[in-house]
């Protein structure tokens, strides 16, 4: 399975961005899917979940901000950010909820500046 992240950039603190995450060679539908992140020197870290179905989990730091969604025809995922802040600067990275998890990719960098 290939996974294909994309939408990262560069923003100023208080701006928006959309990820999106394509995959390929399996059958997407039927995952549920997460964001991840990794800022330089941490830990990869959950940041949103969403399942087959459509439902969705947000850790706290991102709620109300933070928007993941999905269309199972297009195999893809998606991460709408808003009000982005320093803090969330990091490589973010899509993949299953779970383990066993496809390789990971490259990921997509956001970097805020404040």
């Known amino acids: 399975v290939q996974l294909q992240a994309s939408g990262g950039g560069l923003v100023q603190a208080g701006g928006s961005l959309r990820l999106s995450c394509a995959a390929s060679?399996?059958?997407?539908?039927?995952?549920?899917m997460a964001w991840y992140r990794q800022a330089q020197g941490k830990q990869r870290e959950l940041v949103a979940a969403?399942?087959?179905?459509?439902?969705?989990n947000y850790v706290e730091f991102v709620k109300g901000r933070f928007t993941i969604s999905r269309d199972n025809a297009k195999n893809t995922v998606y991460l709408q950010m808003n009000s982005l802040r320093p803090e969330d600067t990091a490589v973010y990275y899509c993949?299953?909820?779970?383990?066993?998890?496809?390789?990971w990719g490259q990921g997509t960098l956001v970097t805020v500046s404040s």
């Open positions: 993949n299953r909820v779970r383990a066993p998890y496809w390789n």
């Open positions: 969403i399942a087959s179905g459509g439902d969705t």
């Open positions: 060679g399996t059958i997407f539908s039927i995952y549920p």
